[in-house]
């Protein structure tokens, strides 16, 4: 895959992450901390979160 639509998957992931956490009742600074986290990984480990680098 290329890299930008790794970084698209990160956006869409980050997106829903934030959704999920202001529907769970959690304040907006919250679910907005959760997304750049999720989307710095996403984007980080080239779209493949929850992976580490394999040598």
Avoid at 7 to 35: C, D, E, F, M
């Amino acid at each position: 895959m290329s890299l930008l639509v790794n970084a698209l998957i990160a956006v869409v992931i980050a997106v829903v992450v934030y959704v999920v956490a202001v529907a769970l009742g959690l304040p907006s600074i919250v679910a907005i901390v959760a997304a750049i986290l999720v989307l710095l990984a996403g984007i980080g480990s080239g779209g493949r979160l929850g992976r580490g680098r394999v040598a």
